[in-house]
């Protein structure tokens, strides 16, 4: 049986298509870099300047000079590009970017997004996720469906600040997968063993079902 993160990231693997190039944001998107197929050829950039980032060294092998955005140490593929801060976010702010994945904290049924801070704890900046909610064709946010606490994170209204308004293509939890269309918030896979109603329960935010609704990976 897998966790509920080994969930998320299994279903948020599928989203990444051959020629893609992508930007995974801090933290659990990270873990994306190693579920990546060999059978295509993907892309990853990230802010701090790296293109062609591979899967994540094996011990004793990190390089300290290979970080991501995060500061973890990585790997570079076989012509991996390497460049300035500017250029980098020059490729996200001119649309070069296919797909950015990115952690939340909280996603609203309007596809808004807060990501970046918690009012009252220290942050050490914004990041790059507002310039990448803004400039990647695409923005899939991976999250759990509650929090410590039990509460949803999927709510009518972000109670954090905002990295940006209406700006989620997709919503991956370790429950569901919703889509964001022109008539709202719509749930488009269930990825547990719950039922719809179950779903809503957990869910603050209002949202329709798809016609044929998806079972995704559970195990």
Same mark, same amino acid.
């Given at each position: 049986m897998l966790k509920p993160r080994e969930r998320i990231i299994k279903r948020a693997a599928q989203e990444i298509q051959d020629g893609m190039y992508v930007n995974l #944001?801090? #933290?659990m998107p990270t873990l994306l870099a190693n579920e990546i197929p060999d059978d295509i050829s993907?892309?990853?950039?990230?802010e701090n300047g790296l293109l062609g980032i591979g899967p994540y060294p094996v011990e004793g092998e990190e390089?300290?000079?290979?970080?991501?955005? #995060?500061k973890e140490t990585v790997t570079a593929q076989t012509g991996a590009a390497f460049f300035d801060n500017a250029e980098s976010f020059g490729m996200i702010r #001119?649309?070069?970017?296919d797909l950015a994945i990115l952690g939340g904290m909280e996603v609203s049924e309007q596809g808004d997004l807060a990501n970046w801070m918690i009012p009252g704890k220290m942050v050490k900046g914004m990041g790059g996720a507002m310039d990448l909610v803004q400039g990647a064709k695409r923005v899939i946010v991976i999250m759990d469906h509650v929090n410590k606490a039990g509460e949803a994170k999927v709510k009518k209204q972000c109670d954090l600040p905002l990295t940006g308004t209406e700006v989620v293509s997709r919503l991956i939890t370790d429950r569901a997968v919703f889509d964001f269309t022109d008539k709202g /918030? /719509?749930?488009?896979?269930i990825l547990s063993d719950e039922s719809v109603e179950e779903i809503r329960s957990i869910t603050e935010a209002e949202f329709t079902v798809a016609e044929h609704l998806a079972k995704g990976v559970s195990e």
């Open positions: #944001g801090i #933290g993907v892309f990853l950039q990230s390089d300290p000079d290979l970080i991501n955005a #995060g #001119g649309g070069h970017i /918030m /719509m749930l488009i896979e």
